[in-house]
């Protein structure tokens, strides 16, 4: 059975940098041609990609954020981890991790963080 | 990067009726497109890959065709279930970048 879990602080200041991690079982990140994305959903907005790992390590990252964002992963810890600095109050939203494989076929159930002082 | 545009942006349709909802790539994607449905609350759920592969566990009343910048999600059937919201991704390149949803609504 594949899972993903975002964990993580639910309220952040403007200005500071937010840490987010997945933690996941059922698959191995080390497998070929698997990689763990991070999208995000403001409320009542679309979904928005943010980043995504391969098992290769290979990183991408969307380019409107990627001067903010760094995405690691933990292999032998199951963990993704999201890193995105200097947090403003547009970026509240509700920030999901996913499996990729042809398409993220496995999410997280999503955690809210809020950004306001 | 590549933009997604959806259409209709919203819907009204009832139990029974068949529905498509388009999506266009602003560039060749060729085959690498993806369907989501998202209900209040929850994480999307991948329904289809590659543009006409059903994911597993979806019933077979979704379908999905298309290839290039042109794509349709059909609902052959709908189901009281099926109304949600429902977005397309591309995976041609990244930043995989979705459409802006498309809300299927009850009449």
């Known amino acids: 059975q594949i899972t993903l879990k975002e964990s993580g602080p639910t309220l952040v200041k403007p200005t500071q940098t937010l840490t987010l991690t997945c933690t996941f079982s059922g698959f191995s990140l080390s497998t070929s041609g698997l990689g763990v994305g991070w999208i995000r959903q403001p409320p009542g907005k679309a979904l928005e990609w943010l980043a995504l790992i391969y098992w290769d390590d290979d990183k991408r990252y969307n380019p409107s954020l990627k001067s903010r964002l760094t995405i690691t992963k933990d292999t032998s810890k199951n963990q993704v981890v999201l890193t995105m600095t200097n947090m403003d109050p547009v970026d509240t939203a509700t920030y999901y991790c996913a499996r990729n494989r042809w398409g993220y076929g496995y999410w997280g159930q999503g955690t809210l963080v809020t950004v306001s002082s | 990067d590549i933009q997604m545009t959806q259409s209709p942006s919203s819907l009204s349709a009832s139990v029974g009726d068949r529905v498509t909802i388009t999506c266009r790539a602003s560039?060749?994607?060729?085959?690498?497109l993806n369907w989501y449905q998202q209900k209040p609350g929850k994480a999307p759920k991948l329904l289809i890959y590659?543009?006409?592969s059903l994911q597993s566990g979806v019933p077979s009343r979704f379908s999905g065709s298309g290839s290039g910048t042109d794509f349709t999600l059909t609902i052959s059937s709908l189901q009281p279930e099926d109304f949600a919201t429902y977005y397309c991704?591309?995976?041609?390149?990244?930043?995989?970048?979705f459409g802006q949803g498309t809300k299927l609504e009850i009449k």
């Open positions: 991704q591309q995976s041609s390149s990244t930043p995989h970048t």
């Open positions: 590659a543009a006409s």
């Open positions: 560039q060749s994607i060729s085959i690498y």
